[in-house]
C-alpha cells in the first residue's frame, strides 16, 4: 500500500479564478496525483500524491510551466506578512509608474489636440516609435494572452488584443497606445479588487501563532510553533497570545475568544479549563499543557475551512464562468459583423475593446469572499458560497433541542425511586454507567453524583446508542439509562415531564429501578431570534428531538413552533428528506454532535456553539463559533445580503456592457472611450460588493 503525501506550496501570480484553474488543471495532469485544490486568496495550492509517482520538483515545475512562480520557502513554514521591497518589485514598481504617468500625458495630449488646444502634437512622432511603445506597454498582457492562447483558453484581453493589433493595422497607434494604458489600469483595478476581499482571509492567517515559550528541562525556552509538540507545557504571560489548544494547569487569566467566537466579551480561564490557540490571555497569565498545535487546533481548522471555502465556488459563479464563455464568443461575432457590414475598423476595434468580461468573472467571487470574511471575522465560519445561496432561499428551519435550544446543561432535579431501590443505588450505577459518554445528560448524571459524594462504580463494556441511551456491564448486571423505549420501562415520571424536565430511566437486568428527571434551561436569546428568522422569510420550524412528548410540546410550547418528539438520529434525517422530496430548501441547525447526519443531510446544516468540537465542524456547513441564537438570523441577513450583492452585479454588467457594445457597433463609441468605458464596470463591482465587508455586527 502507498501512502500519499501531502503538500501545501505557495504559487504567485494568480490573480483569478481562471489563473486558478490553470494551475489545478496543470498539476492534476501529472502522474500519482491524487487531489489537487488551488486557492487564490491563500495563494497556494495543496496537492496530495503519490510519492512513487510524483514530488515536489516535478509539481513545482509544472506550475512554472504553467506560468507561475513558486517562491522558495523558508523551513519555517509559515513565515507570512510585509517582505522587503526587492529590486524586481521595485523595477515593477518604477515601470508601472512611469506607464501611468506616459499614459496620462498621453490622454491629456489627446484630448488637447481633439478640443483644439494644441496642434497635432501626436502626429510629429513617427509611427514605428509610436508601436514601440505600445509594445511596451502591452507586453506583460500579450504574454498572459499567448499563455492563455496556447492553453487553448480565451481571456477578456484576448479580444482587446485583437483590438490592439485593429487599431495597428489601421495606422492608429495613439488609440493601440490608450487601449493597452486601460487594459493595464483595468488590470490593476481587479488586482486591487481581489486584493481586498483576500485581505479578510490573510488578517486571520496573519494571527495564526508563530512562536511559543515552552518548558524545557525546568528552563523556559522561546521555540517555532512548528517544535511545539502535545504534551509540552507552554507558559502565557499576561496580554500575550496563547500558541496551543491545551488545558490550562496553573495560574488564572480572562481571555479574549474574539479570533474563534468573534466575541469579544473575555472568558475566565484557571486550571481545568480548555483554552484555544489564537486567544489572547489578558490579566493574567497561564501555564498550558498543550494538546494540539498548529493546523491541528481549532484556530487552524477555522483557517483550513475558510480557504476551502474560497474553493467552494458557488453555482452563481459556475454561471458566471458559463455565461463568460457565451460571452466572448458573441463579441467576436458582433465585432465580425461590424466589420462585414459597416467596413469600419475603428468600430471594429471598439466592440473588442469595450467588452469587459472580467466584470462578469468578478461579479460573485469578490461578494462571495467579502462575506465569508466578514462572517469568519464575527465567529461565523461559511464554507462555501453555495451556502449563502442556498441559506438565501430556504423556507424550513428544523432545530435540535438538547444543547440547541437549551443551553445544554441539565442538572438532575429530581429521583423517583422504583421497585424499592433508593435514590444512591439509582444514582451510583447511573454514575457508572454513564462514565464515557459525551452526551450533555451524561455529564449532569456525573455532576449529580459527585456533588452527593456517591463512589465511582467498576463497570465494563460500554456502549450508547445515539439518542437513545447508554449501557453497561456493573458487577455483572445490565445496566441501562436512556428514554423510556430505551429501557423499555412503562411507568411514567408522575408529571415531572409535563414540567419540561427530559426523564432518564434507568433499569438493572431490564428491570426498571429509577427515573432521573433533568432540566436543561431554554437559551433566554432563542425567541427573538426565531422572531427575526421568520422575519426574514422562512415559514416553518420544527423541533426534532429524541426527548419525550411532553417535554417536546413544552418547549416548543413556549416558543410557538412545530415539534416532533422521539426521534432517532436517523429519524431526523428522513425529516430532512421528507421536507426536500416536497420541494423545500432545509436550513437544520443542532450541536452537531449526535444530530451530524441531519446536519449534513440539510441543504444548510448549522452547527452552534462549535468551537472544539471537531465532528460538528466537519459535518456542518456554517459553523457558529460561539453558542449564540442571535447568529442564526444574522447568517441568514448575510445571506441574503450577498445574493442581493451579486444580482446586482450580474445587472449592472450586463446593462453596462449592451450599452457599449451598441455604441461601439454604430461608430458611436470611439475606441478612445472604448477602452477607457470597460474599467468601470470592475470599479462598480468593487465598491457594491466590498459593502459586504461591512455586514452590521457586534464587533
Ligand atoms: P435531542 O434530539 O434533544 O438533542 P438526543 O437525540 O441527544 O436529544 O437524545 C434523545 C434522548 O435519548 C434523550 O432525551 C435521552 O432520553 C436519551 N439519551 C441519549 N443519550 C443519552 C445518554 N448518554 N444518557 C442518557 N440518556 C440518553
Ligand atoms: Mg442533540
Known amino acids: ?122 502626429e510629429r512622432i513617427p509611427f514605428a516609435v509610436g508601436v514601440v511603445i505600445v509594445l511596451i506597454g502591452w507586453y506583460p498582457v500579450l504574454m498572459n494572452v499567448l499563455r492563455a492562447t496556447w492553453n487553448r483558453e480565451v481571456i477578456s484581453h484576448t479580444l482587446m488584443s485583437v483590438g490592439v493589433v485593429a487599431a495597428l493595422v489601421v495606422g492608429q497607434w495613439i488609440t493601440a497606445a490608450i487601449v493597452v494604458f486601460f487594459m493595464r489600469v483595468g488590470d490593476y483595478v481587479e488586482t486591487f479588487t481581489a486584493e481586498r476581499a483576500r485581505r479578510a482571509v490573510k488578517d486571520l492567517t496573519a494571527l495564526a501563532p508563530q512562536t511559543a515559550r515552552v518548558l524545557r528541562n525546568g528552563d523556559e525556552v522561546e521555540v517555532p510553533i512548528v517544535q511545539v509538540l502535545a504534551g509540552d507545557t507552554v507558559i502565557v504571560r499576561p496580554g500575550e497570545q496563547i500558541p496551543v489548544d491545551g488545558e490550562v494547569l496553573e495560574g488564572q487569566a480572562t481571555v479574549n475568544q474574539a479570533t474563534i467566537t468573534g466575541e469579544s466579551m473575555p472568558v475566565e480561564a484557571g486550571p481545568g479549563s480548555n483554552v484555544f490557540a489564537a486567544t489572547i490571555a489578558q490579566l493574567g497569565g497561564l501555564r498550558i499543557r498543550t494538546t494540539r498545535v498548529g493546523a491541528d487546533t481549532t484556530f487552524g481548522k477555522v483557517i483550513r475551512l475558510v480557504e476551502e471555502a474560497e474553493a467552494n465556488r458557488a453555482d452563481v459563479q459556475r454561471l458566471a464562468d458559463r455565461f463568460s464563455s457565451y460571452f466572448l464568443p458573441v463579441v467576436a461575432a458582433i465585432a465580425a459583423l461590424t466589420y462585414l457590414i459597416g467596413r469600419d475598423p475603428l468600430a471594429t476595434a471598439a466592440v473588442l475593446v469595450v467588452a469587459c468580461s472580467c466584470s462578469f468573472a468578478l461579479a460573485t467571487p469578490i461578494a462571495v469572499l467579502a462575506s465569508i ?242 465532528i460538528a465542524m466537519e459535518a456542518a456547513h456554517i459553523v457558529l463559533m460561539r453558542d449564540d441564537w442571535a447568529l442564526v438570523p444574522d447568517v441568514l441577513h448575510i445571506a441574503r445580503r450577498t445574493l442581493r450583492v451579486v444580482k446586482m452585479n450580474f445587472g449592472f454588467t450586463t446593462i453596462y456592457n449592451l450599452l457599449g457594445l451598441s455604441l461601439a457597433a454604430f461608430g458611436i463609441l470611439p475606441p478612445i472611450f472604448a477602452a477607457a468605458a470597460q474599467s468601470i464596470p470592475d470599479l462598480g463591482i468593487l465598491a457594491n460588493s466590498s459593502r459586504l465587508l461591512r455586514q452590521k455586527g457586534r464587533e
Open 1 to 122: 500500500m502507498t501512502t500519499l503525501q501531502r503538500i501545501e506550496m505557495p504559487v504567485r501570480g494568480m490573480d483569478c479564478a481562471g489563473c486558478c484553474n490553470s494551475v489545478q488543471r496543470s498539476i492534476a495532469s501529472l502522474p500519482g496525483i491524487e487531489s489537487v485544490d488551488v486557492f487564490l486568496a491563500s495563494e497556494k495550492a495543496v496537492v496530495q500524491f503519490d510519492p512513487a509517482q510524483a514530488d515536489p520538483a516535478v509539481i513545482r515545475a509544472a506550475v512554472e510551466k504553467a506560468g507561475y512562480s513558486v517562491p522558495a520557502e523558508d523551513n519555517t513554514g509559515e513565515t507570512k506578512g510585509t517582505q522587503p521591497l526587492n529590486a524586481a518589485a521595485f523595477t515593477r514598481a518604477v515601470l508601472f509608474f512611469s506607464g501611468l504617468i506616459f499614459g496620462v500625458v498621453l490622454l491629456i495630449v489627446v484630448a488637447g489636440e481633439w478640443l483644439g488646444l494644441f496642434e497635432a502634437v501626436t
Open 373 to 614: 470574511g466578514a462572517g469568519a471575522r464575527r465567529g461565523i465560519l461559511i464554507k462555501g458560497g453555495k451556502y449563502l445561496e442556498l441559506l438565501a432561499k430556504a423556507d424550513v428551519l428544523l432545530i435540535d433541542k438538547t444543547g440547541t435550544l437549551t443551553l445544554g446543561r441539565p442538572q438532575i432535579t429530581d429521583v423517583v425511586e422504583l421497585n424499592g431501590r433508593s435514590r444512591e443505588e439509582i444514582l451510583g450505577l447511573a454514575f457508572a454507567a454513564e462514565r464515557y459518554s459525551e452526551h450533555p445528560l451524561a455529564e449532569a448524571v456525573r455532576q449529580a453524583g459527585r456533588d452527593r459524594g456517591i463512589p465511582l462504580l467498576e463497570a465494563q463494556s460500554f456502549a450508547a446508542t445515539p439518542g437513545m441511551g447508554v449501557e453497561a456491564t456493573i458487577d455483572g448486571s445490565r445496566v441501562r439509562v436512556g428514554n423510556r423505549r430505551f429501557v423499555e420501562a412503562n411507568s411514567d415520571g408522575t408529571g415531572l415531564e409535563a414540567a419540561g424536565n427530559t426523564l432518564l430511566y434507568v433499569s438493572e437486568n431490564e428491570l426498571p429501578i429509577g427515573i432521573l428527571a433533568a432540566a436543561d434551561t431554554p437559551r433566554p436569546e432563542v425567541p427573538a431570534a426565531l422572531q427575526q428568522v421568520r422575519a426574514l422569510g422562512i415559514k416553518e420550524i420544527r423541533l426534532l428531538t429524541g426527548d419525550n412528548e411532553s417535554t417536546a410540546a413544552t418547549l416548543a410550547g413556549q416558543l410557538g413552533i412545530d415539534y416532533q418528539a422521539e426521534m432517532l438520529p436517523e429519524d431526523k434525517v428522513e425529516i430532512v428528506k421528507e421536507y426536500q422530496r416536497r420541494g423545500h430548501t432545509v436550513v437544520m441547525v443542532g450541536d452537531g454532535v449526535n444530530d451530524a447526519p441531519a446536519l449534513a443531510q440539510a441543504d444548510v446544516g448549522i452547527a452552534m456553539g462549535a468551537a472544539g468540537t471537531d
